[in-house]
T-cell receptor, first 114, second 114 residues
Framework: AQSVTQLDSQVPVFEEAPVELRCNYS??????LFWYVQYPNQGLQLLLK??????LVESINGFEAEFNKSQTSFHLRKPSVHISDTAEYFC????????????FGKGTRLSVIA | DSGVTQTPKHLITATGQRVTLRCSPR?????VYWYQQSLDQGLQFLIQ???????AKGNILERFSAQQFPDLHSELNLSSLELGDSALYFC?????????????FGSGTRLTVV
């Protein structure tokens, strides 16, 4: 079975500062990795995903994540955050074969301070 | 609007009662997933349907059941409700059942059991 640990439940950061949200996963088989974002009173939206190929993946709004197989990590980074990035961020994993559902971490609440 | 429609948005009911949550997947999506989100447990996978058939089962209580109808909408039935069932219930859909497909989430149904 797969599992995900998001090491920080809350991350406060000042506007225009860099941020890293940490995610570690556990799996005995190869996996696909995802980051989702949840804005207040909304559902989850896919931010980015790693399926194969380049270990660095980017989103359209400036976030990036790097898959590190040796450290079983998939940390999310942004070099300069905006107030509008305030949200809950979820890391998720699923095995890369067969039919298994996404397994989510408990989330990290990013609060951007003006 | 993600294309996944969940109704109702809010539901308040008493312990011991039964409720039905409804989900219409995004047009063209055959797979529907149900998740429960609570503060202490995070996002927990409940059950998946693909084109009318149950495909995977997670931590779903025996008091809970679901089905997917020929028009692909899905219903989650929760019975003998307890205070601990209070949570956000999300439905997500995807094109197929394969592992590389991302999920599209609805905005959720907030269930409060009093």
């Amino acid at each position: 079975a797969q599992s995900v640990t998001q090491l920080d439940s809350q991350v406060p950061v000042f506007e225009e500062a860099p941020v890293e949200l940490r995610c570690n996963y556990s799996s005995s088989v190869s996996v696909y990795l995802f980051w989702y974002v949840q804005y207040p009173n909304q559902g989850l939206q896919l931010l980015l995903k790693y399926l194969s190929g380049s270990t660095l993946v980017e989103s359209i709004n400036g976030f990036e994540a790097e898959f590190n197989k040796s450290q079983t990590s998939f940390h999310l980074r942004k070099p300069s955050v905006h107030i509008s990035d305030t949200a809950e961020y979820f890391c998720a994993v699923r095995r890369n074969s067969g039919n298994t559902p996404l397994v989510f971490g408990k989330g990290t609440r990013l609060s951007v301070i003006a | 609007d993600s294309g996944v429609t969940q109704t109702p948005k809010h539901l308040i009911t008493a312990t011991g009662q039964r409720v039905t949550l409804r989900c219409s997947p995004r047009s063209g999506d055959l797979s529907v997933y149900w998740y429960q989100q609570s503060l202490d447990q995070g996002l927990q996978f409940l059950i998946q349907y693909y084109n009318g058939e149950e495909r995977a089962k997670g931590n779903i209580l025996e008091r809970f059941s679901a089905q997917q109808f020929p028009d692909l909408h899905s219903e989650l039935n929760l019975s003998s409700l307890e205070l601990g069932d209070s949570a956000l219930y999300f439905c997500a859909s995807s094109v197929a059942s394969g592992t590389s497909y991302g999920y599209t989430f609805g905005s959720g149904t907030r269930l409060t059991v009093v």
